[in-house]
């Protein structure tokens, strides 16, 4: 029983801040800017006071920490796949075109195509994206699991809940009256 709860311990969720202090100003940059912007971004989806101005005040500051996000990970060549760059420096791209849309369209007035812009760009710069960056080898998940074997596990939720999200967004079909 005691060799049990011995063993446990070993496997059971630990976490260090010791790699991302080591990790280059750049990756330092970039999480302390998307760990707001996360949950703010998972706040104002959730949140029903849409539309209001503590509303738009709070969208421009998470679009302004995912832009952030996007331009800091153009200075991050951990996986050098093609000249410092990889594949998942297009989900910058996409993030940083998916800000301005969301804008774009919240400024014309078409705010379901807003709710679904802001709804893509959440899952695709945080929740796709940052399940990448649990993958092994990587400085967050050093940082997250550091050794442990709950990788797995975590990789499985983050991989349920990208789903969830994409449930949430209308159809884009019109219903008959």
């Known amino acids: 029983m005691a060799e049990d709860a011995v063993e446990f311990q070993s496997r059971s969720l630990s976490m260090t801040l010791e790699p991302l202090l080591q990790a280059p100003l750049a990756v330092q940059i970039h999480v302390a800017t998307v760990l707001p912007a996360a949950l703010l971004g998972a706040f104002l989806l959730l949140w029903r006071g849409k539309g209001s101005p503590l509303h738009r005040m709070l969208g421009k500051m998470w679009m302004l920490l995912m832009v952030a996000t996007a331009l800091s990970s153009f200075f991050i060549h951990e996986l050098n796949v093609w000249h410092g760059f990889s594949p ?90």
């Open 88 to 177: 998942i420096h297009i989900l910058s791209v996409i993030t940083i075109v998916g800000c301005y849309n969301a804008y774009r369209l919240a400024r014309s007035g078409n705010i379901r195509a807003h709710r679904i812009a802001v709804t893509r760009t959440y899952v695709s710069g945080i929740l796709i994206a940052g399940g990448f960056t649990l993958l092994p080898y990587r400085i967050m998940n050093q940082v997250v699991f550091s050794g442990s074997s709950a990788e797995l596990a975590a990789l499985i939720g983050i991989l349920i809940c990208i789903p969830v999200f994409f449930y949430r967004l209308p159809s884009r079909s019109k219903s008959a009256p």
